[in-house]
């Protein structure tokens, strides 16, 4: 069956820096649009990014455009979320999602996702 598993959260004073990783197994992951959802305690789930099969095509929220890079390498399938000057408006479990077809920041959408790596940032 499909495997989906985040790594990388952790804790992190305002300003500063994380990298998320996304690994999928059992995943034609080239064919497959990738997401990056979050949700903070008593909040819904909220699209980050998302990026197309190839990476040509990337889209942000915007709480976090500009701070956030989302990147692909389908030889490794791979998936990583570079986060820079972090807020503490950040904090939450982040979460990796696989879908067919355009991005999207609707979590719907997603069919394969992972159990998700808490980040936490300190103000």
């Known amino acids: 069956q499909v495997q989906v598993m985040e790594s990388g959260g952790g804790l992190v004073q305002a300003g500063g820096s994380l990298s998320l990783t996304c690994t999928a197994s059992r995943l034609p992951f080239g064919g497959y649009v990738m997401g990056w959802f979050r949700q903070a305690p008593g909040k819904e789930r909220e699209g980050v990014s998302c990026i197309n099969w190839n990476g040509v095509i990337t889209d942000y929220a915007d709480s976090v455009l500009g701070r956030f890079t989302i990147s692909r390498d389908n030889t490794k399938n791979t998936l990583r979320l570079q986060m820079n000057s972090l807020k503490p408006e950040d904090t939450a479990m982040y979460y990796c999602?696989?879908?067919?077809?355009?991005?999207?920041?609707?979590?719907?959408?997603?069919?394969?996702w992972g159990q998700g790596t808490q980040v936490t940032v300190s103000s």
């Open positions: 999602a696989a879908k067919y077809g355009a991005c999207s920041a609707s979590s719907g959408l997603y069919t394969y």
